[in-house]
């Protein structure tokens, strides 16, 4: 496996994907190719697209999941393996130009890697000093200097609490907008964070964290490129495919679990309404009725893995629920229906 990330709870989403040869995969979030090079490992005989947004990433993806086995057998000689260098949300797009409408499974693994921590001049961390930068694509020019030193107060302060709950989000904004200087460094942010959740205590150490986390997520977009490659994740899915989703902090979980919630109900009509209007068919039948945790031995040998959660989900069959008119649970719904 790939020294540059270890796959979260890799084992689980394997199983959980129920990999079948010749069968079409994706990996949306390929990172240092640890889940991909599971994936293979464990049916090499699939056809993998695996997407990341960021270039580094890709580049070592490849070294990973290209170099030679001892037995001979490359991927590299395999025409099923494919590394696409694109946001997720791109998917549909780049899936459609290479003649794919549907896929089999998919597999999101959320956040950054470790590599992106751990790499000091992408600007993640507030451990490391370097340019304010958080881009995971490094062809987008919004960056989080840009953010810290041009938004308003008032929004850079709704960042900090909706991203991250921060309780002194108003004060952490106005006190880096008294900055006389533009902040252009890590250094320079945590410093400030510090002059409002003090130094040196378990604080100030949870508020640089959350600061930097709710950056983070603004700077990339995150969420709202979630929400959309999940919906068009689920329409991708050919009946009896997979979606399996590791999240690593509530946000990116609510927005998993109510998309699967959404997807897995006949109706979304209000209650108040007796006669289901809305015609919406379920697409998903949930597979973890609550969401998956990494074991104690897991979190114990990768601390990265204490926070994760995964959530799968399995497409139904089409016309799964043709003719139906009524609300299910209503009145005028079939007998033994729920
Ligand atoms: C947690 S890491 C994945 C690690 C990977 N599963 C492994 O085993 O090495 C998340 C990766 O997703 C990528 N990423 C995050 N958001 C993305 C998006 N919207 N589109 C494409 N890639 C994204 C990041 O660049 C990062 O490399």
């Known amino acids: 496996m790939s020294a540059f990330h270890t796959p979260v709870m890799a084992k689980e989403c394997i199983d959980l994907l129920n990999l079948r040869a010749g069968k079409v995969y994706v990996d949306a979030t390929t990172g240092g190719g640890g889940h991909s090079a599971a994936m293979l490992e464990a049916e090499p005989e699939i056809v993998l697209y695996c997407f990341d947004q960021d270039e580094q990433a890709v580049k070592v993806a490849e070294q990973v999941l290209f170099t030679k086995s001892a037995d001979g057998k490359s991927p590299e000689k395999s025409p099923s393996v494919e590394l696409i260098k694109a946001n997720f949300v791109q998917m549909r797009t780049e899936l459609a130009l290479r003649k794919i409408k549907g896929i089999d499974g998919i597999l999101f693994d959320l956040g950054v890697s470790s590599h992106q921590l751990d790499n000091a001049e992408r600007g993640f961390s507030f451990e490391k000093d370097a340019p304010l930068d958080m881009r995971m694509d490094a062809l987008q020019t919004y960056t989080a200097f840009n953010a810290v030193n041009e938004l308003e107060v008032h929004q850079l302060a709704k960042i900090f609490k909706d991203y991250s709950d921060e309780l002194n989000a108003t004060r952490i904004a106005r006190a880096i907008e008294r900055a006389e200087k533009p902040i ?154 729920k």
């Open 184 to 337: 252009s460094t890590t250094k320079e942010l945590a410093r400030i964070i510090e002059t409002v959740a003090g130094t040196g205590t378990k604080e100030s150490l949870k508020a640089k964290v959350r600061i930097f986390q709710a950056l983070r997520i603004h700077v990339n977009s995150e969420l709202e490129y979630l929400e959309s490659a999940i919906v068009d994740a689920i329409n991708l899915l050919n009946p009896g495919g997979r979606i399996v989703v590791l999240s690593y902090h509530s946000l990116e979980d609510r927005i998993i679990k109510q998309a699967f919630r959404l997807a897995a109900q006949d109706c979304i009509c209000p209650a108040s309404i007796m006669m289901c209007v809305c015609k919406h068919q379920r697409q998903l039948k949930i597979l973890t009725k609550s969401p998956l945790c990494a074991s104690e031995a897991e979190t114990k040998m990768n601390p990265r893995s204490r926070s994760a959660k995964l959530r799968a989900a399995e497409k139904v069959g089409l016309g799964y629920n043709k003719g139906k008119e009524f609300k299910s649970g209503s009145k005028y719904a079939a007998k033994g229906e």
